[in-house]
């Protein structure tokens, strides 16, 4: 389900629409690890086997598969779809297994250093907020200046975002304002 290049607003997709359908799919992706770490305190409780590191894995896993199963699909995740971007290659086409799969290694990647820093910062102070702080602004600013707003799992991952069009009004909708 690929929207047509016609219908394709030129304009990039600027941080803010890309942070909206993140924030859309952190809380639906919370929702499957809530399931997911249920299932594993149910584990604990019927056997006594605990191991962090497994549900730690087992959460990456669940994520890869979510993005994974919406960009290959549809190019969208359910997030994507409320903000109308979607996800495709350099060349307008829709996004393959590796792709998927290196877009969502890089994005997790980028989340954790920024995890990294926030506990450097809490346990060493001022110059490791200072230092992650110019981390985090030089890739939003290397994403500033690229033409189509790329960040740098885009780049890596050879895809990007672009604007589709939006659902069409109700008719309903439409006779009222007519």
């Given amino acids: 389900m690929t929207t047509p290049s016609s219908e394709i607003d030129p304009r990039p997709v600027g941080l803010l629409r890309r942070l909206g359908a993140v924030v859309y799919d952190a809380l639906l992706l919370l929702a499957i690890w809530m399931i997911l770490g249920l299932a594993f305190v149910l ?8 191991s962090t590191r497994l549900n730690f894995v087992a959460n990456l896993v669940a994520g890869w598969a979510f993005f994974y199963w919406f960009w290959t ?29 290196l877009r969502y290694l890089v994005a997790v990647a ?35 200046i690229h033409d189509r707003r790329w960040m740098l799992h885009d780049w890596l991952s050879g895809t990007e975002l672009v604007r589709i069009p939006g659902l069409a009004r109700p008719r309903w909708r439409q006779k009222s304002e007519g």
């Fill in 43 to 50: 584990l604990n409780a019927a056997t006594g086997f605990h």
């Fill in 110 to 144: 980028q989340w954790l250093f920024l995890l990294l820093g926030i506990w450097l910062a809490r346990e060493y102070g001022n110059l490791a907020i200072i230092l992650v702080t110019a981390v985090v602004l030089f890739g939003l600013g290397l994403s500033a």
């Fill in 73 to 101: 699909r549809t190019g969208q995740t359910l997030g994507m779809q409320s903000w109308n971007i979607q996800l495709r290659t350099q060349h307008g086409q829709p996004v393959g297994a590796w792709p998927a799969t």
